[in-house]
């Protein structure tokens, strides 16, 4: 069990630029987050009831860094940026360190 939550690579990285996403079927955002030696990967992630473009500019999120890419519309999703739902209206809650760490650093 515990070898099946090791191969899924969550990684802390920080969001570095974010475009409203108005392609998207649902009101979404792109991300650009930089994973320190991973580099730089892109995500879409439906949260705009819960974060403006402000206040995700800089923050430190999760993410799964292994899955395969995805197409949303006109972009490739790279990662899979990690939150919890707050209500049935599906409005998401992004999980993140609460003290400053290293973009990069692996969830043990």
């Given amino acids: 069990m515990i070898k099946a939550f090791m191969d899924v690579d ?3 990285g920080r969001v570095i630029s974010v475009e ?3 392609r998207a079927r649902k009101p979404a955002y792109k991300l650009w987050i930089d994973f320190g030696e991973l580099g730089v990967h ?3 992630a439906q949260i705009t009831d819960l974060y403006s473009v402000d206040e995700l500019k800089n923050r430190l999120v999760l993410a ?4 395969p890419p995805r197409q949303v519309a ?9 939150g919890v739902p707050t209500d049935d209206d ?3 809650v992004l999980v993140g ?9 692996r969830l043990l």
């Fill in 10 to 12: 969550i990684r802390v």
């Fill in 64 to 67: 799964v860094v292994n899955l």
């Fill in 42 to 44: 892109r995500s879409s």
């Fill in 20 to 22: 409203e996403f108005p």
């Fill in 90 to 92: 599906g409005n998401v």
């Fill in 74 to 82: 006109d972009f490739v999703s790279e990662v899979l940026v990690l």
């Fill in 97 to 105: 360190p609460d003290r400053e760490v290293s973009p990069g650093l």
